[in-house]
């Protein structure tokens, strides 16, 4: 990815981000967040995670900042105008970001993979292939896909979710059927109010 | 050129925007979106370091399942989270944090 491309996703994803921490209309912050989403997801695509990408835009700046814009509007929240600020929570909140940022930058410069480019960790996809088709897991719809010189994303992150973490996955489905109970019991009026 | 290090203060600048947002901020709606930003930070680090941490000079497949299974709890977290705030405007009719101060001793 030219840097260009990185610099002009990494403004968008950030600027839109501070524009979500600093909007007073709360609709001006969950579209920002939208904005902010597919700036990740197009950062995530040039890191070649296609299906990570795809999910992002689908799953969070499609269902979820729906799902956000929903409540604010169905709860009629309007731009909190002329309140004053709590300024210790504001300075706290700056201050508290700013360590942590600088934390990050110093742990990341340490870092021995750090300073390597794209270029210098590139992916063997056909030596790749060649192993899988060798090896005793061999599925011919991915080794063949690695032999053409293409990564398929998704395959190989289904072949990952299926095989080496299936049972998390149904952990996981478990975890959203009891969400979805969740929210009906939370959402469902009690008998006692309604009479 | 574009390192690992870009991606990671990217994400770190991410979080901590986040983070900034989830203390200074009071309506409950904008913190709920400041902890989704902070939990996408997380995501982007992890994929950075799938990218750049190969396996058979393939991506770390194992980081990117986490991350997918970070997008699916957050989205059941926010559908829970917004059932609760939608309870709490019923109870309050507002969604400023310190409207709800009961246990507040």
């Known amino acids: ?195 | 050129m574009i390192t690992l290090n870009h991606y990671l203060i990217v994400s770190a600048m991410l979080f901590a925007l986040g983070l900034a947002g989830v203390v200074a901020r009071r309506n409950i709606i904008i913190i709920y979106m400041c902890l989704e930003m902070m939990l996408s930070a997380a995501n982007l680090t992890l994929v950075a370091f799938s990218r750049f941490h190969l396996v058979d000079g393939l991506p770390d497949y194992s980081a990117q399942a986490l991350v997918f299974f970070t997008i699916t709890v957050a989205a059941a977290e926010v559908a829970v989270g917004l059932a609760v705030i939608v309870a709490l405007f019923r109870s309050k009719q507002s969604v400023d944090v310190e409207a709800v101060s009961k246990l507040q001793g």
């Open chain 1, 1 to 195: 990815m030219p840097s260009l491309l990185f610099y002009f996703f990494a403004f968008l994803t950030l600027g839109f981000g501070l524009l979500v921490v600093t909007a007073h209309n709360p609709v001006t912050s969950a579209l920002s967040l939208a904005a902010s989403f597919v700036g990740l997801a197009a950062l995530f695509i040039s890191l070649d995670a296609y299906f990570i990408g795809t999910i992002q835009i689908l799953v969070y700046a499609g269902a979820v900042m729906v799902l956000f814009l929903f409540i604010i509007m169905l709860l009629d929240i309007k731009a909190e105008s002329g309140k004053k600020l709590n300024l210790a929570a504001v300075v706290g909140g700056i201050v508290l970001a700013a360590v942590l940022a600088v934390q990050v930058a110093t742990v990341s410069t340490s870092l021995s993979l750090g300073g390597k480019t794209l270029n210098e960790v590139p992916l063997t996809l056909q030596k790749a292939g060649t192993e899988m088709a060798a090896g005793k897991l061999n599925l011919p719809t991915i080794s063949n896909d690695l032999k053409a010189g293409t990564l398929p994303d998704t395959k190989l992150m289904g072949l990952t979710l299926f095989s080496k973490y299936g049972f998390h996955l149904q952990v996981i489905g478990l975890l959203l059927l009891v969400g979805t109970v969740g929210v009906v019991v939370l959402s469902k009026r009690e008998k006692e109010a309604t009479r």
